[in-house]
Structures are given as C-alpha cells and as structure tokens.
C-alpha cells in the first residue's frame, strides 16, 4: 500500500506579504478549498527557524507534499531545498505583490491572485511523486577525448588532474595538431611582446609521463553507442573497445581551400601562400626564410586579412576566424627577427587582435617595423603585384612584394551535418513535419566524426556554418547529445589560448556529466533532477512524435514501435510530453496533471464581474525569470487578471492546457518563451520553435468553440525582457477588454 499522501502548506507572511495580504485568508484557502492537511503561517519562513520547521514536520511524518507560499520558485532555492520531496511554490512576492500597486481600490483583486495561486499549487502539488532513480546508474570516470590537438590535449590533461582518466583518440600519427606544425605562436604572458613557444612537446611529454591517460594514433571511432556514464566506443586502429562516462570532441578545424581564391594570386604562383603554409617555411627554413619559387630570400612580404573571409561571396567563409590578425603580427615579427630590413606589410580592413595579448601584441608588432595599412584587396596577379583600395586615403595602390600570405580562416572539422539528411520513411517525415528542416533533404559530403549509434544521425548537430552546436549562452560547451561536449574551433573559431581554456571548461562538464550520470540526475539546466519521462505504453499509438521531436536523442523505438527511453540522454524538458497526442508520457514532478490542476482551480469569475482571466504558461528559462525581474523593478505592473505557470520549456506545452483554459472560461493564452529560429536561445534547443509551430494550428480548435484567434497569443521572449514580458500580458488585457470576455464564462 502507498504512503499516505500529506500535503503540508507554509506561508511566508515576511517581504511585505503580509502587510499587504490576508495571510489568513490564504490559510483557509489552502485547508478547505486547497484541501491540504495542514497550513502554517511564519514570518520570516526562509530562516532558520522557518526552514527547520518545514524539516521538523518532513521528518515527523506531518508533510510528504510542500505547498510554500512565499517567494518565486527561482528565489531562495538553498534554503528551500527538501531533496526530492514533492514541492510546490505559490509565488506571492515576485508574482503578486511586487507587480501590483499598493492602492486599497485594487486590494482586492491583488488579493484575489494570491488566493488563486494558493489554490493553484496546493493542487499543484497533489499530482507530484517522489522521483525514484532508475537504477541503471553507475559512476564511469573514463573521458574520451576526440582529437589530439593543443584542444584534445588540454581536456586530457585536466580531467587526469582531477583524477578523471581520460582516452585521447587521435586519427594522425602525431599529437599536437595544426600547433604542432607552428614555429612559436603569440605570446600568452606579459608584456606580450614577442612571440613564444608552442608548448607543444612539454604537453606531449607530460601525456606520456601520466599513466592515467591513454593514446591512441591512427585511430578514429568506428562506433559510439549508450549514453552518459555507460557510452561504448570501437576504437578502429587501436582495436579496442572501451567504456566512458563522457565524450570531449576536440577535433579542431580543416584549414579553408585558398583555392577558392584565385583572384589573390592561390595557385598561379607558389609565392602566395596560406598562414599555415608559412609556418612550415619557417621551420624548414635555415636562417633566412625563403620564396618557394627559386628559394630567393624575402625581402619584403604582404599579409592578406580577411582572405576569403566575413564575405558572402559564394564558397567564402561569412564568419571572423578570430586568429588570423595576431596570427599574422606574430608571422610579420619572424621575419623582423630574421632580417629587420625585410618589409612587412600587413594589408587588412577591420584589425582584430582578441584575447590578453591584443592590443599589446599589436604595439609590438608596430615597435618591430612592422607596417599595417587599412587597405582592402582586390588582385594579386602572377607577378606578385598586390592590388587594393587604400581605405584611409581613398586611392587605388599597390605593392610588389617577394611573398604573399593569405589570412585564411577556420573551416570546423564536425563530421557530418546530420539535419541534411531526409527523414527515414514517410510516417517519420510526417512525425516531424514541425521541425525547421522539412525540406533539406541533401547529405553533406563529409565523414563523420563520432559515428554516433543514434536514430538522430552519427554526430551532433551544428549551428550555423557547420561548427558543432553549442549555445555560448544557453548551454556552452553542451550538444544536444547528452554527455558529449565540444572544445575548440570544432565550436567556434578562436586561437590556441582560447582554445586551451575552452578544453577546460569542457573537461569540467564532462566531469559533471559522468557525476551526474552515476546519480541519476539531470545535466544542465535542470542539474539534479532525478525525475524522467515514463510511458504508458498501453495507451500509445506509436505516432513516432516523442522520439523525432526530442532534441536531445534520448527515445529510440523497440522492435515492436514503441518508445524505448534513455534516462541518462535526457534533459528533462518535457519535449516529448507536449508533442504527445493521446497525454501517455509523464514525469513524476511534472506531468499533464500538473498544469491540468493549476489551470482547474483558477476561480473564474462570471461574466457580470468584469474580471477577465489570463493563463500565462512562461518558460522557466527565460520569460519566468524576466517576469521576476520585472517585479523586482517595483515600477512595472502586469494585469492583476493574469495566472502565470511556470513551464520546463515551451516545448512541453500541450495543446490539451489551452483546450482546458478555454473551456473552462479563460479569455486569453499567453505562451512566452525562448527565442527561436538560428540564433535561438532556448535552453532546450527547439521548444521555442516546436510551440509556435504548435500554436500556429490552434486556429482551428479556436474555430471549433466559435472564439477569436486573438485570444491566444505567443512570444518570443529573452530573459532580459523584463519590459516585453509584463507588456505582452497587458496587450491581451487590452485585446480582451476590446473583444470581450469568453462566451465560455460559467
């Protein structure tokens, strides 16, 4: 027999709320129309004599469900932290007395809210279980790192530092990568004045000397299969097979094709060459760098910025590669070391010297003879002659120089583009009609890097120009592939000690994940929850939506069509809970039922009363957050109309809650969530754009019951919104007041 349910309520009468509320008014709400078993009061409930309370009755066996009204769920969470004890907020500071002004002629519909939101969570909180963990976790401390470079390396030699043996995977017959090919690279200390060594062969040799990393040349994964804390990989050339707890991609970048520049001069003479060209001129050279064409020595040499790059000319690269400005000072001061009678000469239309050595480095540069000229180039012809546009003097010019040097950028080496390809069948095509790649149907030409045993694809997804997804807002370093986290250029482009420091970030979060595997809990950003999706099989229809929209590749099917759920891959978005049809996948703290009752319970006042209501559903990422901040303004003000519940992610919406909000007389929907689209900031990657297109049809449920389209509204919504966000609830106020409250009133 299950233990008895205990629903013990607590509320915070501190911040003001009680002065401004009823705090007992709110009480008995709670225990008659809530229907808990008991309800508290204290005034300061965040203390330690409040919190010790709370435990106190927790471990008396007064209170198996929390319902705390008091502050927003986002605020005081060290304090309110039971473990995994079921909990419920009703948020009376941020969403009721803060957004609403302290004038008697609207104390009562102030007082209203509150009473709604108690309602809401005491019901709330009734439909949550205790999340059990799965019992399929084990503790893997083993890192796989792909790729050997300066990125691979520093991942490897993190994680062995926190005691984490790490596996490098290297597909060469040499560690260090495109660095291992450089003569020095720009300085990483003050005064940033010359360039320095790599670091290379000290980084080779403390690999060597640590008997907890394993490398292995030659090789590249056949296979890679499981999830966070139990992944597989068939390492071809080693010929082993092993297990990780996480997987680091360092794979690094493919220079770009110059041959796609032949109007600066690329194969009509070998004298015009790329950056990393030059950098094996200068290690073969012997003394005096020379000219590949007759082995003169150069006497002077031109740097080309922006070759084939931040251009939308077909088959150039659109983005900045980061390195290239520095790149070239440190390759223009080689030749002042060799001979400062050589004249350098660096061509260049924006100068871009991020990171600590910048604009130090660039003054060096200059205090060597180096000369720099705002030029943009239009030619370099088989004579070497160097055409362009001086920008500062507004004239054509030109230079004849021994050599030339392309500051070509970084193409990223990702492996396969896996939304290129067609959906597998027409029953999946149909399944996930509502994502952005309905008609790309093309495969990339590439090889693939992970050889991931997915349904989704064999790698992880990329962003916009091929680098491997990994929001630098949302979730750094993170894929949509739980467990799997990208370092490096293979990211974004940048030099070799942004590219160190991103190796160890990296290597932190796959630390976090093979920890957070072995107990079962969330990554980012629901780190710790132990709840996952279940399935009531009996009642699917093997539509396929849950495991084509899942973001995170974490529901294949069986072999009988049914969803099959990884608990470790998944995110905890709920992703799969809105796009389900017949409502069959649930979570123990976060089902159908739990926004079923919220919404339930609202007291909706007749139509005589002129009390609009307003259902917000708000991602709790962004547009909760921007609602609280708003509040915490104490100058913007939002409808006293609007109930706002906090959701996983838009992406977990059912149409089912705005069906149930209508009819049961609520006269707008808002939804507010992430922004979507290339640039999304959707922390769960493609909710945003799941709801909207999800939305988009709730026309013809609106048709249905005879209501106005304009009574159901969706936005895009960042968390720094905290003016959009309150602004978007009084529009639907207003749109109401214009069209008139629903004919659904009871």
């Not at 999340?131 to 062995?160: D, F, H």
């Not at 031109?302 to 790149?327: I, W």
């Not at 891959?569 to 079923?596: D, H, K, L, Q, W």
Request: net charge negative; aromatic share 6%; proline share 4%.
């Amino acid at each position: 027999m299950a233990d008895e349910m205990k629903v013990a309520g607590y509320i915070c009468t501190g911040c003001g709320i009680g002065d401004r509320l009823d705090a007992g008014q709110l009480e008995m709400i709670a225990t008659r129309e809530g229907r808990i078993a008991s309800c508290k009061q204290h005034e300061f409930l965040c203390s330690a004599e409040g919190v010790k309370m709370i435990k106190d009755d927790i471990d008396s066996g007064e209170a198996t469900h929390l319902m705390i009204a008091a502050c927003s769920r986002r605020a005081k969470t060290d304090a309110f932290s039971f473990g995994e004890i079921p909990m419920a907020r009703a948020n009376l500071r941020e969403g009721v007395i803060w957004i609403r002004p302290e004038d008697p002629e609207q104390d009562e519909t102030t007082q209203e809210m509150a009473d709604d939101y108690i309602r809401m969570a005491c019901n709330e909180v009734k439909q949550m279980n205790k999340p059990e963990r799965s019992g399929e976790q084990e503790l893997n401390k083993n890192i796989l790192v792909v790729g050997g470079g300066v990125t691979g390396m520093t991942a490897a030699i993190e994680a062995s530092k926190a005691g984490y043996p790490a596996t490098i995977v290297e597909k060469s017959d040499h560690l260090g990568g495109a660095l291992a090919g450089f003569s020095k690279k720009v300085p990483s200390k003050a005064p940033y004045a010359e360039p320095e060594d790599t670091g290379i062969a000290e980084m080779i040799a403390a690999i060597e000397a640590d008997d907890t990393i394993t490398v292995h040349l030659n090789s590249k994964l056949a296979k890679t299969s499981g999830a966070p804390g139990r992944f597989v990989a068939e390492i071809e050339g080693a010929g082993v097979t092993s297990e990780f707890g996480a997987i680091i991609q360092a794979t690094g970048f493919t220079p770009y094709d110059a041959n796609n520049l032949p109007e600066l001069g690329y194969g009509k003479t070998p004298d015009v060459v790329t950056q990393l060209e030059l950098e094996a001129l200068v290690k073969d050279a012997d003394g005096a760098i020379k000219r590949p064409s007759d082995g003169k020595e150069v006497e002077s040499v031109v740097f080309v910025q922006c070759a084939g790059q931040r251009s939308t000319k077909e088959n150039h690269l659109e983005y900045c590669s980061g390195f290239c400005c520095t790149t070239s000072i440190k390759q223009a001061m080689y030749f002042k070391e060799a001979n400062g009678d050589i004249n350098t000469t660096i061509l260049f239309d924006d100068l871009r010297t991020p990171g600590a050595a910048g604009e130090d480095f660039y003054r060096a540069g200059q205090e060597a003879g180096v000369t720099f000229r705002k030029g943009k180039v239009s030619e370099v012809d088989g004579s070497l002659n160097v055409k362009f546009d001086d920008l500062i003097l507004g004239m054509e010019d030109n230079i004849q120089p021994d050599l030339v040097v392309l500051a070509t950028g970084m193409v990223p080496n990702s492996g396969v583009n896996i939304e290129a390809i067609a959906p597998k069948d027409d029953e999946e095509a149909e399944a996930g009609e509502q994502t952005e790649n309905d008609d790309v149907v093309a495969v990339i030409d590439a090889e693939s890097i992970l050889n991931l045993d997915y349904r989704q694809g064999p790698d992880v997804p990329q962003l916009v120009n091929g680098f491997t997804d990994s929001h630098f807002i949302c979730f750094p370093y993170e894929t949509r592939r739980t467990g799997i986290y990208t370092a490096g250029p293979v990211r974004r482009p940048m030099d070799v000690e942004q590219a160190k420091s991103d190796a160890m970030g990296a290597a932190m979060k796959a630390i976090q994940a093979a920890e957070n595997a072995a107990l079962g809990r969330a990554a980012h950003p629901r780190s710790g929850d132990l709840s996952f999706p279940k399935f009531r099989l009996e009642g699917c229809t093997q539509c396929k939506r849950c495991t084509v929209e899942c973001p995170f590749g974490a529901i294949n099917e069986d072999e009988k069509g049914y969803p099959q759920f990884n608990e470790a891959r998944c995110r905890r978005c709920g992703t799969c809970m809105g796009a389900c049809p017949v409502r069959v996948i649930s979570f123990e703290n976060y089902n159908i039922m739990t926004v079923s009752e919220q919404i339930k319970n609202v007291d909706i006042p007749d139509e005589f009363d002129e009390k609009p209501r307003i259902l917000v559903l708000a991602c709790e990422n962004d547009a909760y957050p921007a609602l609280d901040m708003a509040a915490a303004t104490g100058k913007i003000e939002y409808s006293a109309f609007a109930r706002v519940i906090p959701v996983r992610c838009l992406g977990s919406v059912s149409t089912i809650w705005i069906q149930e909000s209508l009819d049961s007389g609520f006269d707008g929907v808002v939804l507010m969530g992430c922004k979507k689209g290339a640039d999304y900031q959707c922390h769960f990657v493609k909710g945003s754009e799941m709801a909207h297109y999800r939305m988009g049809k709730i026309g013809d449920t609106l048709e249905t019951l005879s209501l106005e389209k304009e009574r159901v509204a969706i936005y895009e919504v960042a968390i720094t919104d905290i003016e959009k966000a309150p602004q978007y609830i009084n529009d639907m106020a207003a749109t109401i007041e214009e069209i008139g409250m629903s004919p659904f009133k009871f």
